[in-house]
DNA sequence: TGAAAAACATGACAAATGTCATTTTCCCAT
DNA sequence: ATGGGAAAATGACATTTGTCATGTTTTTCA
């Protein structure tokens, strides 16, 4: 269920910066502002669901979404994730095809929709904002190509390491110096790739191993070189 | 090594048909023959190496390629493949970043070079161009997040029956109904992401099972039902 | 706030997959 | 055409990972 929210204006929106939209004309942004709409979201709400034909773009103002697809027994694999100034839905609308994943919030998120013919019209208005979403687009791309070859050589264990290091960097500390972001095992495990009860015994072996600590559920990254040594992580 | 070849006009190319460039205007192609640079290539000399910076896009006119990624054990996982009509480079030139996979020639092959600045004044002479890309890179995008499932979920045999499918349907079949390309066992082990042996043995237990047949090391798709419902495979 | 549901945790075992060693077959460059 | 090197094939075994069962803790919400 989508729950309208209050329109604010784009041009005043904190996350434009850090967005596709933060070098286009002040202007013309009213026409989104016209054309847009806004809704506030909880934990578990669908933004889109795999399957359905696009009728436009989401642009995350606050909160935090995972983009995941389901496999054919059920199981979720997560994809990648969406915060602030994400733009999301663009790939199916650009493509003309079906959503190939689902959009889901992982906590009070705020989106607003833009619609098809705005942004096409944006578009030919400010031909920098097709330049942005194209470069988002293709850097996704080579994202994907870690991930698909992550999967394909490393162990569980590895990428575990890997993804911890992944969501710190992603989602930052909070106050307590454990990673910003709601997640269940059986999240991270449709993350990492693997069964539920494996993430849940090598998150107490990177315990016990003192890579990481435990706040309740919430994962306090510890021995950061150990995590790099252990998710053989070799950055370019 | 890459040897020139003779530059043939684009207008005339028989593949521009179904290439982003197929609605490119063709008074304006003239200007491409003039910029680009063609080559000709054997099997497994590389067209573009993983890391290094792009200077333009890869133009197929004729023959396949493998776009691959190397891990940090130095072993290779095929992302994709590419032939006549397709074009490659463009994600790291268009992201302004490295190569973030190298590509290889499966086959004698013919590419032509377009370098970064007459593709650019191609997008702002044309936009139709810049939006054929777009819609390429974001069809890639969808095709990725499928692979990252299949790899996450399906069992090595599944996703052995499946490339076999896909092989099939993307290169097609010669003369004795053997899927026609040119791969190794090594580099069907690196698009399924397991070990060479593994690939093997299933081929064998493939053929007793009656699903394949082989004509030398060539795999002939023998049983497409049974593949499907081995390579548990749903399409949308 | 307290009962039910969901999430987390752990053990025991089975199944899938990788590794290493060895032999056979095929391909291609001289 | 042919000898050498690469690729394919197969066996034996180790290791990793998944599955199922069960108990505990945490969260949710009526």
Do not use: W
């Not at 709400?45 to 359905?52: L, S």
């Amino acid at each position: 269920m989508k729950r309208f929210a209050e329109k604010n204006l784009c041009e005043n929106c904190p996350s434009r910066g850090q967005s596709v939209f933060h070098n286009y004309p002040k202007e013309q942004l009213a026409e989104v502002d016209r054309d847009k709409s806004c809704f506030l979201m909880k934990r578990g709400e669908i933004v889109f669901n795999e399957g359905n034909m696009p009728h436009g773009i989401y642009c995350i103002k606050k909160g935090k979404i995972k983009i995941y697809k389901t496999g054919n027994e059920g199981k979720d694999q997560i994809i990648r994730f969406a915060k602030e100034g994400d733009v999301i839905g663009y790939r199916a609308l650009l493509s003309g095809e079906k959503y190939s994943s689902s959009a889901s919030c992982l906590e009070e998120t705020e989106v607003c929709f833009i619609p098809k013919t705005a942004l096409l019209s944006m578009f030919s208005g400010h031909s920098c904002l097709a330049m942005n979403l194209m470069k988002v687009a293709c850097h996704e791309l080579g994202e994907a190509s870690k991930i698909i070859t992550n999967l394909a050589q490393k162990s569980t264990r590895e990428r575990l390491a890997e993804i911890i290091l992944v969501l710190k960097e992603n989602f930052g500390l909070d106050k307590d110096g454990a990673i910003d972001v709601n997640l269940t095992r059986e999240e991270l495990a449709n993350m990492v790739g693997t069964a539920t009860e494996s993430v849940i015994r090598l998150i107490s072996d990177f315990k016990d191993e003192g890579l990481i600590e435990l706040q309740g559920k919430k994962i306090i990254p510890k021995n950061i070189s150990a995590l790099i040594k252990t998710g053989k992580i070799v950055e370019a």
